[in-house]
């Protein structure tokens, strides 16, 4: 069978779900019988014609049977629209009939599950996956899929590929037996289908499918490496043993979560202490470190421990991430960044441990709070294991200062607070950590006078003359991109609220676990600005000067940024119910992967969370996907045009 075929076969039950939950009773099961044997016709069809023109009609006979539902439920319009959008390939795709046995069976393979993981991705986007009636056909879909891998198997070698499927296996298996019903059935299918597409073996990609278009490319690897996290985090946080309480957290509450925990951005749409259990905190955790630190950056390691160095250009790909200049150092640079980050988080228990047993809690307690606290605010995160956040410790300066701390250091980036001794010393120190950090201190110092000033008789209104201090040098830091409040945000004046949204847009320093367009970028950008005031073509700073490379990268940084944000809030004006305000907050915090929140997170809806989790991903990927992608980029033109002048502003 060839991979059209299999993909409208695998996508036979998923058409016949939705109608079957789009349309009322008996004309439901009707609609329901009718597009499953036409997108199921149009795959044993042997003509590529008639299978195009069979599926496509029972493709859009879905919405048209559900429309009643569909026109009343936004979230339901964009599983439909997600659905479609992604199906097209099995419509578009011509018939494949040459090449072995083999090469044929992983070819339809690779559509198949395709397929599949797409009825998940629809599933979410439409609310769908608490459905019984969705999950059944998202079940069968999976089980199509593993169908053709187990038709696979049987004629694979013992390679790389056969193992993984195999590993996939094992983890359904054990996944399915800590999730009952419907849902255990589901996931015993989902290991394979991912699996299978992951590490799909043909003659091209010598056995590692997907993986290899991945790996083959840096951009690739960023967005792939992150989004896998989220989607393992997401899993593991629907588990039953994540929950405080005896039912499991919903799919797309667990998909939230774990999309703001791997980009370190902190918004959540459950009560982190009293709606994940110990195990649940556990995994949040381990998603902050590794998010916030970069898969690269444990890739590099592993690939270390084994004896093993990465290619060129993945080389290239962890030095963008970590901010370094020389690749031959990656390493090095690496190690360093471990051994900042480990210390520091270290340092950060130690002194929270002490603050929190003095405020009378108990060692344990103390402990895994310190430990949480700490990796969240190095790694930028904003979780917190209280419901209101910092505000109990306001009155602490110890944790206020301990917290502050370890959010700069984290945002500065390791390898600049590396390069302090040197500076102090003023021995020769790179252009870049010089502006770093320069801009760092110019923004903290003006933000905490600006927020003292603003809220001095509004949300420090109850606080004395030391705490109001304390807490405005508190917020100045925490505002750029780490997420925690000691102060309620809803008393906040709206000069405040437009200041905090201008600090979280900068965000943090290249290298750190800090998202925004970064404290370099808008550097560059100032001083091309005060270049052009003065009628100079040049910009420079301390002595050194600043290629206009750098200049078209901060403008492209900057740019994208605000259209994304653009496009972030008129999706939400279009379907969330907020005022204009919160809605902006809220789309502003995601993408500068900040974490704070004018209570909107709260209220959205199903499409909403779906929005902010795109904020969010794109927030933290985003601008590293750019970067690599500038970076690779190459002026090759041979011809030099005339030079022309024109008026803008």
Known sequence: ???????????????????????????????????????????????????????????????????????????LALGVVVALALALPALTSSAESDGDIRARRARALRGAAS??????????????????R????????????????VLWLATAERGVGFWVVVVGVIGSIVCAGLIRGVAGADCLALGPAIAALVAQPDDSTEGLGALSWALEHPARL?????LLLCVLGALALALPLSSATPTAIGVLDAAFTSVSAVCVTG??????????????????????????????????????????????????????????????????????????TFVSEALGVLLLLLAFVN??????????????????????????????????????????????????????????????????????????????????????????????????????????????VNNAWFQAVTLRTAGFNSVDLMESRPATRSLMMAMMFVGGSPGGTAGGIKTTTAAVLVLAVAAAMRGRTHIAAFGRHIRHTSVYKAVAVTTVGLLTCMAGVTAMQ?????????GVFEV?????????????????DEVGKVVIMVCMFMGRVGPLTLFLFLAEQRAGATWVYPDEEIDVG
């Open 574 to 582: 279009l379907t969330q119910d907020l005022p204009f305000d919160v």
């Open 267 to 340: 918004l959540i749409v459950l009560d982190t202490p009293n709606a994940f259990s110990g195990f649940g905190q556990l995994v949040l955790v381990l998603l902050i470190q590794v998010g916030g630190l970069g898969i690269m950056a444990f890739y590099t390691v592993a690939l270390r421990a084994l004896g093993r160095r990465l290619s060129l250009r993945h080389e290239v790909t962890v030095a963008g991430a970590l901010s370094v200049e020389q690749e031959g150092k990656l390493f090095g640079a690496v190690a360093r960044v471990l051994a900042v």
């Open 134 to 149: 969705w999950s059944l056909g998202f079940g069968l879909a999976l089980l199509i899929a593993d169908g053709f891998a």
């Open 115 to 132: 397929v599949a993981l797409l009825g998940f991705v629809a599933g979410i986007a439409g609310g769908l996956l608490s459905n019984e």
């Open 222 to 226: 960023v967005v792939s490496t992150f």
């Open 359 to 468: 405020a009378g809690e108990g060692f344990r307690s103390a402990l895994w709070r310190a430990v949480f606290t700490s990796v969240s605010a190095f790694c930028n995160a904003g979780f917190a294991l209280q419901t209101d956040s910092l505000i109990p410790y306001q009155q602490s300066p110890l944790v206020l200062h301990t917290v502050a701390g370890l959010i700069i250091a984290g945002g500065l980036s390791p390898l600049a607070i590396v390069a302090l001794p040197a500076l102090i010393r003023r021995r020769p120190t790179p252009l870049q950590v010089k502006l770093v950090l320069s801009v760092t201190a110019l923004l903290l110092v003006a933000s905490t006078v600006a927020f003292l000033s603003f809220e001095w008789s509004a949300s420090l209104a109850h606080l004395g003359f030391g705490a109001r």
């Open 1 to 75: 069978m060839d991979p059209s075929s299999a993909r409208l076969l695998t996508l036979a039950p998923l058409a016949a779900a939705a109608a079957l939950s789009l349309a009322p009773g008996r004309y439901g099961v009707i609609a329901a019988a009718a597009i499953l044997a036409l997108v199921s016709g149009g795959a044993l069809a042997r003509s590529s014609r008639v299978a195009r023109v069979l599926a496509a009609v029972g493709l859009v006979a879905v919405p048209v049977v559900g429309a009643a539902k569909v026109a009343a439920s936004p979230a």
């Open 588 to 604: 502003v915090s995601a993408l500068g992967t900040v974490g704070l929140s004018l209570n909107g997170t709260s209220h959205l």
